[in-house]
């Protein structure tokens, strides 16, 4: 429950003592081993998941290559996002990338809350709003910037995430080859 309450309060939000018990109850914390999915491309996730230590990623596979769409760790959630909120089939894999714990919520969980509670609906609306954010600042980098500047802006701002993701699913992230992400990191060191 703690991580639970932790990770809200990281997207600054706040909630009455009572209605963080009820948000908390629905979650379940689970451990997951390295290469455990989560969500298989082409299921529907029911699941938004809190990783409250390790590592997962979403990728999808086109024309017999991984594109990685996210990472989530330490206290940030991650869900194949198309999928839960419509109920439809994930266009992507979720997969644990280092052993995890991660709390697991159900759709119609937080379906029943939103109904109930309605700070349940405003905090789904703030971290909505986070998702997009990010989404909007990933877009930007990747069209904006040259690969080596890509690298940099990863570096800068997920420091973390470089020491622990490996290597190809950087690059993919990065959209370069595990061979470009080489040889930038060869020239910087």
């Keep these: 429950m703690r991580t639970v309450i932790q990770a809200i309060e990281g997207a ?20 997951f ?16 998941y809190l990783v409250e230590t390790g590592l997962i990623r979403g990728y999808y596979e086109w024309q017999a290559k991984e594109y990685t769409s996210w990472f989530a760790y330490d206290k940030q959630f991650g869900l194949s996002a ?3 909120f419509r109920q439809a089939p994930s266009f992507e ?12 919520v159900r759709y119609e969980d937080i379906q029943q809350s939103l109904t109930t509670l309605p700070e349940v609906e405003h905090l789904m609306r703030v971290l909505t709003e986070q998702f997009l954010l990010q989404y909007e600042s ?9 690969a080596r500047q890509r690298l940099e802006h990863f570096v800068n701002h997920y420091p973390e995430l470089y020491r622990r993701a490996p290597l190809q699913h950087i690059a993919s992230y990065l959209d370069m080859t595990p061979a470009t992400l080489s040889h930038l990191r060869a020239k910087k060191h």
């Design 93 to 104: 894999t979720v997969q644990v990338i280092e052993p995890s714990v991660i709390s697991c």
């Design 33 to 48: 081993a390295r290469g455990a999915v989560l969500v298989q491309q082409g299921d529907v996730s029911d699941k938004l």
């Design 12 to 31: 600054n939000f706040t909630l009455p003592g009572a209605v963080w018990e009820k948000i908390a109850d629905a979650f379940v914390s689970q451990r």
């Design 82 to 84: 198309r999928s839960f």
């Design 138 to 146: 990933r877009t930007r980098v990747l069209r904006g910037l040259s």
